[in-house]
């Protein structure tokens, strides 16, 4: 069964720090990724995701991730991150079998808090 | 951007009663809508797919007859845990995707904490 592993619990950093998120998953076969941010009381909003091509993806608010497909993993940086950054971060995958899609298997979240 | 609401955003209940959670898509058609389950400090699991004018698809290990789920028009889909107890107590939270467009992208609503007695 595919799984998805986010190495950190809770990352306390701060202002203007740079910032890794660790994410690695279990399957061989193609996958769509993604990173979801959660900020406090609100609802999973998407940051980015990767389907193809470039394996440096840019997201909003200044977040990037890259697919390293020999590592399995989807890590999600910020260069400088910011006191409004402070939000749960999820990582995604969405497993496609033969063409099909798959359902989204989400990560157990990163707690980033970031101190001003 | 897409929206998606939930209501309530969060219930008490007695052990035994019954309660119904609606997702709606609100500006777009969502033909399909996916209710995850949350338990604290832990991921997003995907209980059911929940598919408009059909049944819905149960994911291993989750009883249908305790959640059943109702996607009755393109804009609503609703899970009633019926006969809850106090380990139903959780954060249940729906999504979708926009209707013909593909599901890996997919818009979530903010979510309900219920709280069973």
């Known amino acids: 069964a595919q799984s998805v592993s986010q190495h950190n619990h809770h990352v306390i950093l701060s202002e203007a720090a740079s910032l890794e998120l660790g994410c690695n998953y279990s399957y061989g076969g193609t996958v769509n990724l993604f990173w979801y941010v959660q900020y406090p009381g609100q609802h999973l909003q998407l940051l980015l995701k990767?389907?193809?091509?470039?394996?440096l993806v840019k997201g909003i608010k200044g977040f990037e991730a890259e697919f390293i497909k020999s590592k399995f993993s989807f890590n999600l940086r910020k260069p400088s991150v910011q006191w409004s950054d402070t939000a749960e971060y999820f990582c995604a995958v969405n497993a496609r079998y033969g063409g099909s899609q798959g359902n989204l298997i989400f990560g157990k979240g990163t707690k980033l808090s970031v101190k001003p | 951007g897409a929206v998606v609401s939930q209501h309530p955003s969060w219930v008490i209940c007695k052990s035994g009663t019954s309660v119904k959670i609606e997702c709606r898509s609100l500006d777009f058609q969502a033909t399909t809508m996916f209710w995850y389950r949350q338990f604290p400090k832990q991921s997003l699991m995907l209980m059911a797919t929940?598919?408009?004018?059909?049944?819905?698809?149960?994911e291993q290990g989750v009883e249908k007859d305790k959640f059943l789920i109702n996607h009755a028009s393109l804009t609503l889909s609703t899970l009633t845990v019926t006969s809850a107890h106090p380990e139903d107590s959780s954060f249940y939270i729906c999504?979708?995707?926009?209707?013909?467009?593909?599901?890996?992208?997919?818009?979530f609503g903010p979510g309900t904490r219920l709280t069973v007695l």
């Open positions: 990767y389907f193809s091509g470039d394996p």
């Open positions: 999504s979708a995707p926009i209707a013909g467009a593909s599901t890996d992208t997919q818009y």
């Open positions: 929940s598919n408009e004018g059909s049944k819905a698809t149960y």
